[in-house]
């Protein structure tokens, strides 16, 4: 036994049996672990809830509350701030242990237990905990970055947007024609860089759970009217159609969602199908389709573009995933629909074929 290394955990040894108690306390003790214990289930499970450890050394068979229902409880309904390995000690002629690792059980030691074995899976199993541990807090330190990130970019941007358009309407003085040009490329050089930053804030929204949507029924002939409306100056300056194609039936439906995520998911496809349209036409559907015996609503978004290449079909909706033209974004813009489309129970797909054009179509169940 190597106790000349002292190492640091706190460490919970739940046994009905004080003998098995001392015995694996005292072991544990002279290798410098601290050492709570308890004598059943029930309170193993208070304790847990008061001071979580490092560690939990669990016997399988306890009368009242076995180790079985004591691993299901912790990995369950405890929700328990950070993870904690559990290593079950079960009799050698005990019943099948893999029982307790399905419900979440790392590991597990026969009795009687050898000194050199039971410190082994300690050291194990903390390793674990300490590696988990870090992985956690590496995540929050994203989520914190990104977060701080997101509002410190917008500040100046959302500042030197109003300076801009100051500018532009001649508030600050007379403006020569060269000016007058350079600041509107500045200007959208600026909205381009605004609308990354908050698609990227709303990424990490979602991604950090912070998001919540406010549902209520939405009338989507009358959104989709209202976002084409927004978008049609962008399409004329290369005479592109924009058609509206609703079905009867569901030219009236209604679905349940929040109608500024709904509009800001409409406005990056149809932004997105005009952006990447040099010539013709973009057709937005509206119909109805049943899918699994449940009502749906298909919105259609088609162009007449370029097309994207197969390779790229089957990663579109990821995370950064920049398309191969010329002109594309932050490779957010996608990933942030479908994930609309996923917090509203429903899907999106895209079909397109090179030089023909692309339909995106999102599916979102209707209201009843």
Not at 287 to 302: G, M, P, R, T
């Amino acid at each position: 036994m190597s106790s000349h290394t002292s190492h640091s955990g706190k460490i919970l040894v739940v046994d009905d049996s004080p003998d098995n108690v001392f015995l694996i306390k005292t072991i544990l003790e002279e290798e410098g672990y601290t050492i709570s214990t308890a004598e059943n289930g029930f309170s193993a499970l208070a304790q847990l809830q008061a001071s979580p450890c490092d560690l939990v050394l669990l016997d399988l068979m306890m009368p009242g509350m076995d180790g079985y229902e004591v691993t299901r409880r912790i990995r369950g309904e405890m929700q328990l701030p950070q993870y904690i390995p559990i290593l079950l000690i079960t009799a050698h002629d005990a019943p099948n242990v893999a029982q307790g690792l399905d419900l979440g059980a790392d590991d597990f030691i026969r009795k009687p237990v050898t000194v050199d074995e039971l410190l082994a899976r300690v050291r194990s199993l903390l390793r674990l905990k300490h590696s988990m541990d870090e992985r956690d807090e590496i995540a929050r330190q994203r989520e914190d970055f990104v977060s701080r990130l997101t509002h410190d970019l917008r500040t100046p941007l959302v500042a030197a947007d109003r300076m801009l358009t100051l500018f532009q309407q001649g508030a600050l003085g007379t403006l020569s024609p060269q000016m007058q040009e350079v600041i509107v490329i500045m200007g959208r050089s600026n909205s381009n860089l605004l609308s990354m930053v908050n698609t990227l804030l709303e990424v990490y929204r979602f991604e950090a759970g912070r998001k919540t949507l406010a549902f209520q029924p939405v009338n989507l002939s009358q959104l989709l009217k209202e976002v084409v409306g927004e978008l049609t100056p962008l399409a004329q300056p290369k005479s592109l159609s924009i058609n509206l194609e609703f079905d009867g039936t569901a030219n009236s439906s209604t679905v349940t969602g929040d109608r500024l995520e709904l509009h800001r998911l409409f406005t990056n496809l149809i932004g997105n199908a005009i952006k990447f349209t040099e010539s013709g036409s973009v057709t937005i559907r509206l119909q109805h389709s049943n899918l699994d015996q449940a009502d749906y609503i298909n919105i259609e978004i088609a162009d007449t573009g370029r097309g994207i290449p197969p390779a790229e079909q089957a990663t579109l909706f990821e995370r950064f995933r920049q398309g191969s033209h010329k002109i594309s974004g932050s490779g957010l813009g996608l990933y942030l629909s479908r994930r609309i489309v996923e917090a509203h129970h429903g899907n999106i797909v895209v079909s397109s074929e090179l030089g023909k054009g692309s339909v995106f179509i999102v599916s979102l169940p209707i209201q009843h």
